[in-house]
């Protein structure tokens, strides 16, 4: 016979597993916007497509609505869809039936299904889809929107940011919420340099490469490089120093991609010393270049 303490962690346990099944299956869950491509076909060449993805935790099933708009038109199709969602980032989708539309002379909106996966790395989710009907075939690319399908002859979004997402696409770029992520986590750290020398460590090479990829992916941001010195010298040619330690790494940005326009730089001496002056290995902490977005 099990005691009251035994069965009392069987069902915690028992509790936990379903708790954290319940929060798999409802991984993907909500609405997603992007690109739907015929096989072969360059996104720039697609239309948009939405999802909303409502999940039953317990059994995986799937069911919602989705609309394909072609872009900078009023022509559109919102249907309602069912699926099973396989795995936490994994769903299975089916066009149920066409519940509103308007399309242009015979056009006709095909009934789609597929699969789609959520990648992590890209914040994106992507898969195939085919068309008995149409006899079609294709690929989706969406990522997590913070709207609203809409359900009526009205776009869901004005679609400036179809055109943004083919850009993204083009230059390799993850979805933003993995790009903002990226930049929020990023560690800045002092670039050093050897005393009275502006010469660039190779050593450094990966971090400001990481630092570029970050500043290219975000068309808003920009990066302040501050050079400093240690007090070695007098005022006016440690300034000259730390200008020079500054445009180094400016130097080294550009080749790696960043856009004059989107670095600034600031040189300070001797005046912001990062540690004291009066050791060895303070006067090394301050032969630097710190950064800053802006």
Same mark, same amino acid.
């Not at 099933?61 to 994994?90: H, L, N, Q």
């Not at 789609?112 to 690929?139: F, I, K, P």
């Given at each position: 016979?099990?005691?009251?303490?035994?069965?009392?962690?069987?069902?915690?346990?028992?509790?936990?597993?379903?708790?954290?099944?319940?929060?798999?299956?409802?991984?993907?869950?909500?609405?997603?916007?992007?690109?739907?491509?015929?096989? *072969?076909?360059?996104?720039?060449?697609?239309?948009?497509?939405?999802?909303?993805?409502?999940?039953?935790?317990?059994?995986?099933?799937?069911?919602?609505?989705?609309?394909?708009?072609?872009?900078?038109?009023?022509?559109?199709?919102?249907?309602?869809?069912?699926?099973?969602?396989?795995?936490?980032?994994?769903?299975?989708?089916?066009?149920?039936?066409? &519940?509103?539309?308007?399309?242009? &002379?015979?056009?006709?909106?095909?009934?789609?299904?597929?699969?789609?996966?959520?990648?992590?790395?890209?914040?994106?989710? !992507? &898969?195939?889809?085919?068309?008995?009907?149409?006899?079609?075939?294709?690929?989706?690319?969406?990522?997590?929107?913070?709207?609203?399908?809409?359900?009526?002859? !009205?776009?869901?979004?004005?679609?400036?940011?179809?055109?943004?997402?083919?850009?993204?696409?083009?230059?390799?770029?993850?979805?933003?919420?993995?790009?903002?992520?990226?930049?929020?986590?990023?560690?800045?750290?002092?670039?050093?340099?050897?005393?009275?020398?502006?010469?660039?460590?190779?050593?450094?090479?990966?971090?400001?490469?990481?630092?570029?990829?970050?500043?290219? !992916?975000?068309?808003?941001?920009?990066?302040?490089?501050?050079?400093?010195?240690?007090?070695?010298?007098?005022?006016?040619?440690?300034?000259?120093?730390?200008?020079?330690? $500054?445009?180094?790494?400016?130097?080294?940005?550009?080749? $790696?991609?960043?856009?004059?326009?989107?670095?600034?730089?600031?040189?300070?001496?001797?005046?912001?010393?990062?540690? !004291?002056?009066?050791?060895?290995? *303070?006067?090394?902490?301050?032969?630097?270049?710190?950064?800053?977005?802006?």
């Amino acid at each position: 016979m099990f005691d009251s303490a035994y069965m009392r962690l069987i069902l915690i346990f028992f509790l936990i597993t379903t708790i954290q099944l319940h929060a798999q299956l409802n991984y993907l869950e909500g609405t997603w916007q992007g690109i739907i491509t015929q096989r *072969g076909q360059a996104p720039k060449d697609g239309k948009t497509i939405w999802f909303d993805f409502e999940v039953d935790a317990t059994s995986g099933d799937m069911k919602g609505e989705s609309r394909i708009e072609t872009p900078f038109t009023e022509y559109f199709a919102y249907k309602i869809i069912k699926g099973t969602v396989k795995s936490k980032r994994e769903v299975e989708f089916k066009d149920v039936f066409i &519940g509103l539309d308007k399309n242009a &002379g015979r056009d006709v909106w095909c009934m789609l299904n597929g699969v789609l996966t959520y990648n992590d790395s890209t914040g994106y989710l !992507s &898969g195939e889809w085919r068309s008995t009907d149409c006899r079609q075939a294709g690929d989706l690319i969406l990522y997590r929107s913070k709207y609203e399908i809409s359900k009526t002859d !009205s776009s869901t979004l004005y679609h400036s940011w179809f055109n943004n997402m083919v850009n993204d696409l083009s230059r390799g770029w993850n979805a933003y919420y993995v790009r903002d992520a990226e930049m929020r986590n990023f560690q800045f750290v002092p670039v050093y340099f050897d005393h009275d020398k502006d010469l660039l460590k190779a050593k450094f090479n990966d971090y400001l490469e990481q630092m570029a990829k970050i500043v290219n !992916s975000h068309s808003d941001l920009r990066i302040k490089i501050i050079g400093h010195t240690d007090s070695n010298g007098p005022d006016s040619y440690n300034v000259g120093l730390s200008e020079r330690r $500054a445009e180094r790494v400016k130097k080294f940005l550009i080749n $790696a991609g960043v856009p004059l326009d989107k670095v600034v730089i600031e040189y300070r001496g001797e005046k912001d010393p990062a540690s !004291s002056n009066s050791t060895s290995s *303070g006067k090394q902490l301050n032969r630097r270049v710190d950064f800053e977005f802006i």
